[in-house]
């Protein structure tokens, strides 16, 4: 792991938040998938490697978890380190205490932080005041662990990720956002189909566009989802309703009902596309069963790599 610590220090990772894939250059996001392909490879050969013996690593949760929670976990077990599980109600932000101080006093205690709330002025707050990394385990606005995951089992199985193309059906939401930077950053083709009142913040499209222009990719923002799926390495999709817009529900049937991943639709993607969805996912809605449960689906694979894509990122900055 010599060449791994050696780049560590190369790009000064040690001490860093984690919070957006904007914040890091495409060569260190590619150590960050290097990193995270070596640690599962040492796990799967049952090789101890433990980075962060004596490290706590505090974990708050403001929205419930499933993969999150157990991928932080194990994988600060896994690293040498002990992870502390926080919900509101077991702290005091949970009656006003200020994030500020939460932040402070948090970072007297543990090594470092990791955040699965709502707002993204959560997480920053957060990061402004703590003196050790935060990590974003999710907001409303970005999901960038998930999006390493993703971009580590793209890179697994297609052998790279230049020149491939992402094709997103669906809300152009937190998961959009982050797959579409990741994807200009690694100098991919990014493709959203949504329907109108749904599609990605225009903001975070144009310097996508801007990042993807540097690194030989390209971005597209359209509402025809053929023109989005067309010739393309990889089909992903969310829910169309994610925590917090439950309420939407019914309307955003409405609004998604021919936004649908289904048999006919990745006829248009490459014969040998690959399926990945961030789970947990609504068969019959968003993605039909025949993709989601078919040969082309990578879903369990993506879900896997959350542990080691976190790994990778908790070694390093922490």
């Not at 894939?21 to 796990?43: H, M, P, V």
Request: aromatic content about 10%; overall charge negative.
């Amino acid at each position: 792991m010599t060449q791994f610590v050696e780049q560590n220090d190369k790009f000064q990772l040690k001490g860093r938040d984690f919070l957006d894939l904007e914040d890091f250059t495409s060569e260190e996001l590619q150590y960050l998938l290097d990193y995270a392909i070596e640690l599962k490879r040492k796990q799967k050969a049952g090789e101890v490697y433990q980075p962060l013996k004596g490290k706590t690593l505090g974990m708050i949760f403001e929205k419930s978890s499933t993969r999150t929670r157990v991928s932080f976990e194990v994988g600060m077990y896994q690293l040498g380190g002990h992870p502390l599980f926080l919900s509101r109600n077991d702290l005091q932000i949970g009656r006003g205490e200020p994030i500020s101080d939460t932040a402070q006093v948090l970072s007297r205690y543990v090594d470092g932080i990791m955040i699965r709330t709502f707002a993204h002025t959560t997480l920053t707050d957060l990061a402004k005041y703590a003196s050790v990394p935060v990590i974003n385990a999710l907001t409303d606005w970005s999901h960038p662990c998930q999006a390493m995951a993703d971009y580590q089992t793209v890179l697994e199985h297609k052998g790279k990720l230049a020149g491939l193309k992402t094709a997103f059906i669906g809300d152009g939401n937190n998961m959009a956002h982050s797959l579409m930077m990741g994807a200009a950053k690694f100098g991919m083709h990014f493709a959203i189909a949504a329907p109108e009142g749904y599609l990605p913040d225009a903001e975070m499209t144009a310097r996508s566009m801007t990042v993807a222009a540097a690194t030989g990719g390209s971005v597209l923002v359209t509402g025809d989802i053929r023109e989005a799926i067309a010739d393309a390495d990889i089909v992903y999709t969310d829910v169309w309703a994610s925590m917090g817009f439950e309420e939407e529900q019914k309307i955003r049937e409405k609004a998604f009902a021919e936004y649908q991943v289904n048999e006919e639709l990745v006829k248009y993607a490459k014969p040998d596309y690959m399926f990945l969805h961030c789970l947990p996912a609504h068969r019959g809605e968003e993605v039909s069963a025949g993709v989601i449960d078919g040969p082309n689906s990578l879903i369990f694979d993506e879900a896997e790599n959350r542990l080691h894509a976190q790994k990778a990122i908790m070694a390093a900055i922490m």
